[in-house]
């Protein structure tokens, strides 16, 4: 009888998915849903003041509304742009609807934006 190699002995013990794709689908399901927040005008000033006060390179995080999944998310990054005429905030290259924004908070003043 024939002596298995040791690479081909090892694959046997490589764990298996058998239903490829099922944990990620049950993260997705374990997302809670809700409905999107009404800030008070007294809310909706204070967010436009910071949301004025960016300059491009500030490390920034939101809590913005994903319409499509019902959710909440927080997002971390480097505030590069503010479209007004679109509504929408950029943290690198993707950009947020400004009226789906309930917090901001400034993490660091500025970075070298050369790096992004």
């Known amino acids: 009888m024939e002596k298995m190699k040791l690479s081909d002995r090892a694959k046997i013990f490589l764990p298996f998915d058998a239903l ?27 967010l436009n003041k910071q949301i004025s006060s960016l300059q491009k390179g500030m490390l920034i995080k939101i809590k913005v509304y994903n319409s499509s999944e019902q959710t909440y998310e927080e997002v971390e990054g ?39």
């Open 20 to 46: 490829k794709g099922f944990k990620e689908a049950l993260k997705e399901e374990e997302k809670e849903r809700c409905e999107q927040k009404i800030l008070s005008e007294e809310q909706k000033e204070e």
């Open 78 to 116: 480097i505030f590069t742009r503010l479209d007004i005429v679109n509504k929408k905030l950029y943290i690198v290259k993707q950009g947020y609807d400004i009226d789906l924004i309930i917090s901001l908070e400034i993490f660091q003043q500025k970075m070298d934006i050369n790096d992004i």
